[in-house]
C-alpha cells in the first residue's frame, strides 16, 4: 500500500533585517509603512498560508562602531503589528518572535494572551534567546546572563509563561446579570513560580484564550536547541535547504521526541526558503544570479568579509583577491552582536578554506561571499518549484517552509498566483481553510485536548 500523501504546511516571513531582502529594486516598498504589512499579510492569506512570521532584534546592528545600514534597517514592534493585522486578516496565523532572554514571562504571556484573543486564535511565538552582551546593552543587563545559561533561562520562561496561560481554565466567567457574578471561580488567575529565573505570585489578568496556549516555534540549530525544541515547541524552524542535510536534520529532531512522550507529528520542521521564479529553469537561474548580485553589492561582500577577518576591509577592492592578512582572533570583534560572528569560531581555519577555494575557482571577494552564503533554495518555473517543495515534504526533508520573498511587499504575489495552484491540483496543499485557528491550521492539538489524552493513557 502507497504511502498517503503529506500535507504541505506553508507560512510567509516579512523580509528585512537581513540582505535576503533587495531594498534598493524599483519594485519594493517601505518596510515599516503598515500598507506594506497588510498587503503582504492579505497575499498570505489569499493563498491559504499557515502563517505569516515576524522577526525582530532588539538592537540596530552596528559594525565598526556605526550603524550597518546597508540593509533594512529597523521594524516596528511586533505585537502592535501583529495586533493591528488581526483586525485586517481572518484565518491567518500571526506569528511574532520574542526574546525570553531580555522580557519577563507575565507580560510575554499578557500580550500573547491579548493577541490570542483578539485575533480569534491565531497567535504564535517563536521563542529565542539573545547571546551577547552588546545586545542587553539596551537593558541595562549587558552581560548578566552568562551564554551557557539562555537556554535554561528559556526554558523556564516558556513554563512559566504556560503556567499564566494554564491559570484560567476557561469555564471561570459565567458572566450571569440576574445574579450579579461575573466570575464562578473567584481564585481564578491565581498563579505560584518558584524557580532559577524567576520567582513570581499574583494573578493572571487575561482569561483563557481561543487556543489556550499560543503556538510554540524554535528557531536554533544547536544541540541545545534541538532538544528545546523536542521538549516544548510546537514546530522548529530549520536553515537547511538541501534535501540530504534536510533529511538528516528531520530525523535527528524527530528522533528526540519519544523521550518527551511525544509523537512525530506534534513538532513540524519548517525551513526557510527563498525563491526565483522563471518562465523557464534557465531564465529563473538567470534571475536568481542577478539577485544574489543585488543582495550582495561589494560594499555588503566587505562587510562580510569583516565578520571573519575582524578588520576594517573598506581599503580592498571587493572585486579583487582576499586580503593576505591573516584575521585579527582578538575578543573584541569590528561587528558586535551579530549572529555571523558566532557561524565562525575558528576564523584562521576559515580564513585558509576561503582562500583555497577562491584561488581554486578564480573568486574575488565579492564571489566569495556570494558563492558562499545563502543561496535561493528553490529556482525554476512555478511547476518546478512546485515539484520541488513537494519532493522535499514528501521525502521526510521537511513538513513545510516558510517562504522568503526578496521583494516586499510584493515579492510573494507571484508564488501565490503560481505555485500555490499547483500544489493544490497536487492534492497537498488546502484550497479552503478548514478550520479558525493557527492550531487547526497545522494539525496540532488544542493543550486541553493533549492534557486529557496524556492523562488517558
Known amino acids: 500500500m502507497s504511502k498517503p500523501l503529506k500535507q504541505i504546511h506553508l507560512a510567509a516571513h516579512f523580509p528585512g533585517v537581513n540582505n535576503t531582502t533587495v531594498w534598493s529594486d524599483p519594485r519594493a516598498g517601505s518596510h515599516i509603512e503598515f500598507s506594506s504589512f497588510v498587503h503582504f499579510a492579505r497575499t498570505a492569506e489569499r493563498a491559504k498560508f499557515d502563517f505569516l ?173 534541538r532538544e528545546f525544541a523536542a521538549a516544548d515547541a510546537d514546530a522548529i524552524f530549520s536553515r537547511y535547504s538541501g534535501l540530504e542535510e534536510g533529511r538528516a536534520f528531520y530525523t535527528d529532531v524527530k528522533s528526540r521526541l519519544a523521550r518527551y512522550g511525544r509523537r512525530h507529528d506534534q513538532l513540524l520542521i519548517l525551513p526557510a526558503a527563498t525563491f526565483v521564479l522563471g518562465d523557464t529553469d534557465i531564465e529563473a537561474r538567470e534571475l536568481a544570479h542577478e539577485v544574489r548580485r543585488q543582495q550582495v553589492s561589494g560594499a555588503t561582500a566587505l562587510k562580510h568579509l569583516e565578520f571573519v577577518w575582524n578588520r576594517d576591509l573598506s581599503a580592498y577592492d571587493p572585486d579583487g583577491p582576499l586580503p593576505e592578512i591573516d584575521p585579527d582572533v582578538s575578543e573584541e570583534h569590528i561587528a558586535r552582536g551579530r549572529a555571523q560572528v558566532r557561524m565562525y569560531r575558528d576564523p584562521l581555519a576559515t580564513a585558509r578554506a576561503w582562500r583555497e577555494l577562491a584561488a581554486a575557482h578564480h573568486w574575488s571577494i565579492r564571489d566569495l561571499v556570494i558563492e558562499t552564503g545563502n543561496r535561493q533554495a528553490f529556482v525554476g518555473t512555478p511547476d518546478t518549484v512546485a515539484r520541488t517543495i513537494d519532493d522535499f515534504v514528501q521525502s521526510d526533508a521537511s513538513d513545510g517552509f516558510i517562504l522568503v520573498p526578496h521583494i516586499t511587499p510584493g515579492g510573494l504575489d507571484e508564488f501565490a498566483d503560481t505555485v500555490v495552484p499547483l500544489l493544490q491540483e497536487r492534492g497537498v496543499f488546502r484550497t479552503e481553510y478548514e478550520g479558525t485557528t493557527l492550531r487547526d491550521h497545522l494539525g496540532l492539538a488544542h493543550p486541553d485536548d493533549a492534557r486529557d489524552e496524556r492523562a488517558a493513557s
Open 53 to 225: 512570521f515576524l522577526a525582530e532584534g532588539l538592537r540596530l546592528r552596528e559594525q565598526g562602531g556605526s550603524i550597518y545600514d546597508l540593509d533594512v534597517v529597523g521594524r516596528p514592534d511586533t505585537f502592535t503589528v501583529l495586533a493591528a493585522l488581526a483586525a485586517v486578516t481572518d484565518r491567518l496565523g500571526l506569528t511574532g518572535t520574542i526574546n525570553s532572554t531580555f522580557n519577563e514571562p507575565y507580560e510575554v504571556a499578557r500580550q500573547f494572551a491579548s493577541l490570542d484573543h483578539l485575533s480569534g486564535g491565531r497567535a504564535a511565538w517563536n521563542v529565542v534567546t539573545s547571546w551577547d552582551a552588546f545586545t542587553g546593552e539596551n537593558f541595562r543587563r549587558g552581560g548578566f546572563l552568562p551564554q551557557g545559561e539562555r537556554y535554561s533561562r528559556a526554558r523556564e520562561f516558556l513554563a512559566t509563561a504556560n503556567e499564566l496561560f494554564d491559570s484560567w481554565h476557561g469555564d471561570e466567567i459565567i458572566a450571569d446579570r440576574a445574579a450579579g457574578a461575573f466570575l464562578r471561580d473567584a481564585k481564578a488567575g491565581a498563579f505560584v513560580h518558584q524557580g532559577q529565573h524567576f520567582d513570581i505570585h499574583g494573578r493572571f489578568n487575561v482569561p483563557r484564550s481561543p487556543q489556550g496556549r499560543p503556538v510554540v516555534f524554535q528557531a536554533g540549530d544547536s544541540d541545545e536547541g
